[in-house]
């Protein structure tokens, strides 16, 4: 078939969102070799979010739980997973959160006022804060850090050999972390990993793959989406100083703000979905078997679900909002994303005077399959 567009021109890998805002307008449901079929627009991404029989989420032949799956096999899965972001789970998180942030920010204020967000700052909290949740140890965070930074390139060269080595080596880490808690039978509640350990599906255990991809799924998900956050959070802060001092005066409005600026620039770029049979999407025809990319960035910034879509209100209604998807596989970590956010952000406002983007080095922009920012450089006025 005929491409509609080429995403990897360099127009797109320049501004991607400005780019994807263009083939809302231009091509809503478009074709291309390498993605298959991207779907810009707000209703035709719910319509796809609303019939999970004719948009299948099992995409690869890999086990992914419970991302990769349908209903029937999908439920049981999700309803594992869904307590371990429990209010009061995240809740007795809030603290270990509180400290990390704190403590990240003390470390770094050491170092002076000109900061990178991107590498000195969001991947760090990323996961420092992954393996607290999980129980893991502080030696795993720099080879996570390498681990998510070899698997983004590998992704952007569709290097299918690279990302099949680097799956194992994520495999081998947390088969082993599984290995240790075994070996010293480890209880329920010691941590989340031993946790999930115990659970039970059909009247089993869960196997070790399924730990494993259930693990590997919240790492990836976690690292990737929690870092493009909170850089894209600082950027906005940094550039609008009207915001930044509205959210000093006011926690209050913190997570309606967090929503709304992660919503015109949003962290995760897309998401994947394979036809089961024919059907009709934004007027186009999509024959059964074929790649569908549920385009994010473009569908939450679509004129149509949202007036002055590109800009930011704090005070704008949530509905509408696919930051956190919609429909059976809507994120279940959202609350936990949410509080951990909120304490990033209210312990920088704590621990700093102000912020403001570097006029001599400008931030540059993430290109697919990551979103955001690439780098952010900031000057910080600590306390
Ligand atoms: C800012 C941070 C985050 C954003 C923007 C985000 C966004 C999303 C979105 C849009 C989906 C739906 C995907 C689809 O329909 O295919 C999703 C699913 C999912 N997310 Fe998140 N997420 C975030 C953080 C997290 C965290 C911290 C975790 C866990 C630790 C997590 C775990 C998951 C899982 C397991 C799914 C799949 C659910 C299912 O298939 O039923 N996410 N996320």
């Given at each position: ?49 609303n019939d999970h029989p ?296 704590d621990q700093t005077l ?30």
């Amino acid at each position: 078939m005929k491409s509609d567009w080429n995403p990897e021109s360099d127009r797109v890998i320049r501004d991607q969102v400005a780019a994807y805002d263009e083939m809302r307008e231009r091509c809503p449901v478009a074709h291309s070799e390498s993605r298959g079929w991207s779907v810009f627009r707000h209703a035709d991404v719910m319509q796809i979010l609303n019939d999970h029989p004719t948009f299948s989420n099992q995409v690869s032949r890999h086990q992914s739980v419970p991302n990769g799956m349908d209903p029937p096999e999908h439920t049981p899965f999700r309803q594992i997973i869904e307590p371990y972001f429990s209010p009061e789970r995240v809740g007795a998180f809030e603290p270990v959160c509180r400290e990390i942030s704190s403590d990240l920010l003390s470390e770094l204020s050491v170092g002076g006022s000109d900061v990178e967000v991107m590498s000195d700052l969001a991947s760090h909290f990323a996961v420092r804060i992954q393996c607290a949740f999980l129980g893991w140890p502080s030696s795993l965070h720099e080879p996570l850090l390498r681990w998510a930074e070899q698997n983004q390139s590998a992704t952007r060269a569709r290097d299918r050999v690279a990302l099949s080595t680097l799956a194992s080596e994520l495999d081998a880490i947390v088969d082993d972390l599984i290995q240790q808690r075994s070996q010293c039978g480890a209880k329920k509640d010691d941590d989340v990993t031993a946790s999930l350990m115990h659970e039970t599906v059909h009247g089993r255990r869960l196997s070790n793959e399924e730990i494993s991809s259930i693990l590997r799924n919240w790492t990836v998900g976690e690292l990737g989406t929690i870092s493009a956050s909170i850089g894209i959070l600082i950027h906005h802060l940094a550039d609008n100083a009207e915001h930044q001092s509205t959210l000093r005066r006011d926690r209050c409005v913190l997570l309606a703000a967090m929503d709304e600026i992660l919503r015109v620039h949003n962290p995760l770029h897309s998401n994947r979905r394979t036809t089961t049979c024919p059907t009709q999407l934004g007027g186009r025809d999509l024959d059964a078997g074929e790649r569908v990319d549920i385009n994010w960035i473009a569908a939450n910034r679509d004129p149509s679900a949202f007036e002055d879509a590109g800009m930011v209100k704090f005070d704008r209604s949530p509905k509408n909002n696919l930051l956190y998807g919609a429909g059976i596989h809507v994120c279940p970590g959202a609350p936990l994303a949410r509080m951990e956010m909120r304490v990033f952000m209210e312990s920088l406002l704590d621990q700093t005077l102000g912020f403001h983007l570097q006029p001599e080095s400008p931030a540059s922009l993430e290109s697919y399959p990551a979103s955001g920012y690439a780098t952010v450089p900031i000057h910080v006025q600590w306390k």
